[in-house]
């Protein structure tokens, strides 16, 4: 009887037993649709590769823990080429994957424009990487798997999963199979061969698919979404954060995941922060300037107003006790690729040669720099 009760409490210890704390950024871009450079905006030209470097080598010197990717549509920003500028995106593509092979990226999803070339090129592409290509299931028509479901990356002892997985599209060589049921099935693997600490998916995702993994409650503490286009200002309301991070790499976006307990879901602050600073617009606007009264005293004989005030004060109360008592919390920031940033000159050079090429095929289409 004190065997088993001694096994019992050594097991309540280990359950409950507190981990060394871990620290992990994740920098994040999805939808580039193949831009290799800043936007053609004269006023405020944002994006291009050799800024994207500089900033993740910035990050990379101060967390060593540190993975970056990449949801999807990075090479192409169409669904499909034309046989007249085929030649040229392809080696646009190419200048892509060669600045990431140098950049280091921890995992890419390939979402649906990526096959705007064709499968084949994919696969000549990925043969020359560096980095992996993930997807659970994108599946070539005689039912071929193309891609590894996830990757494993390790810090501290400490195992991130990065899946990869797209929502169903059209395309002729492809076949894609059901998202949701096949990330079933990959969640089940992870658990059973690696005891892994943070998951995170990689999901080239329509709204519908979204909800449905929301529905599903699936194990994941991280959504990073391609082909929705529109900047996420914070991880939305459901239960799993998801961050679209815009398109035509503009931004990058990098997270910050604090992790101290086991079995226990990571919560994202700028849920509650957003909260927190829209209640006090609310509530300074209800002002209307009078500092000198309270909002109780302004409005002592409005019950409606009353009420909303008190609800307003109590969001910010609880929102500002989730942020003092999680545990396990995500924490976004959007980087604008703006000219402030320096471009990385190894970058660049791949850039600017590879525009020389294009421009030999298709004619001077793009502006070209002074080669660096």
């Known amino acids: 009887m004190k065997i088993k009760l001694i096994k019992i409490l050594f097991i309540s210890f280990l359950v409950s037993a507190p981990i060394e704390p871990f620290n992990l950024q994740v920098v994040a871009t999805t939808n580039n649709n193949g831009e290799i450079e800043p936007c053609g905006w004269k006023k405020k030209p944002l994006g291009g590769l050799a800024r994207k470097a500089t900033v993740i080598d910035d990050r990379k010197e101060k967390n060593k823990n540190l993975i970056f990717a990449d949801a999807g549509n990075l090479f192409?920003?169409?669904?499909?080429?034309?046989?007249m500028e085929k030649d040229g995106m392809k080696i646009n593509a190419k200048i892509i994957r060669d600045s990431y092979n140098i950049i280091g990226c921890h995992a890419f999803n390939p979402g649906e424009k990526d096959f705007a070339a064709g499968l084949d090129f994919l696969l000549e592409l990925q043969k020359k990487?560096?980095?992996?290509?993930?997807?659970?299931?994108i599946f070539s028509n005689d039912g071929m798997k193309l891609f590894n479901p996830y990757e494993i990356v390790e810090f501290d002892g400490k195992k991130v999963a990065i899946i990869g997985l797209s929502s169903v599209f059209e395309h002729p060589d492809l076949k894609i199979k059901d998202p949701v049921s096949m990330l079933d099935n990959v969640l089940k693997e992870i658990k059973s061969n690696h005891n892994v600490d943070i998951?995170?998916?990689?999901?080239?995702?329509s709204a519908s698919d979204i909800k449905k993994i929301h529905q599903h409650d699936f194990k994941i503490d991280l959504i990073l979404q391609s082909k929705d286009q529109k900047l996420a200002s914070n991880g939305g309301t459901d239960k799993i954060p998801v961050f679209a991070c815009g398109s035509r790499g503009k931004y990058v976006y990098n997270f910050n995941l604090n992790y101290n307990e086991d079995n226990v879901d990571f919560i994202d602050l700028s849920r509650y922060e957003n909260k927190i600073s829209l209640?006090?617009?609310?509530?300074?606007?209800?002002?209307?300037?009078?500092f000198e009264s309270s909002l109780e005293e302004l409005y002592a004989d409005d019950i409606n107003k009353l009420n909303q005030i008190k609800?307003?004060?109590?969001?910010?109360?609880?929102?500002?006790?989730?942020?003092?008592?999680?545990?396990n919390t995500i924490k976004f920031e959007k980087i604008e690729l703006n000219k402030k940033i320096a471009d990385r000159p190894d970058i660049l050079k791949i850039v600017?040669?590879?525009?020389?090429?294009?421009?030999?095929?298709?004619?001077?289409m793009m502006p070209i720099h002074v080669p660096h």
């Open 76 to 83: 192409f920003k169409k669904n499909k080429l034309s046989d």
């Open 129 to 137: 990487s560096t980095f992996p290509y993930v997807s659970a299931n």
């Open 199 to 205: 998951k995170i998916l990689l999901f080239h995702s």
């Open 279 to 290: 209640s006090k617009k609310k509530l300074k606007r209800l002002k209307k300037g009078n």
């Open 311 to 327: 609800k307003l004060k109590q969001t910010i109360i609880e929102s500002e006790s989730m942020i003092e008592n999680s545990s």
């Open 352 to 364: 600017d040669e590879g525009k020389l090429l294009i421009n030999d095929i298709l004619g001077p």
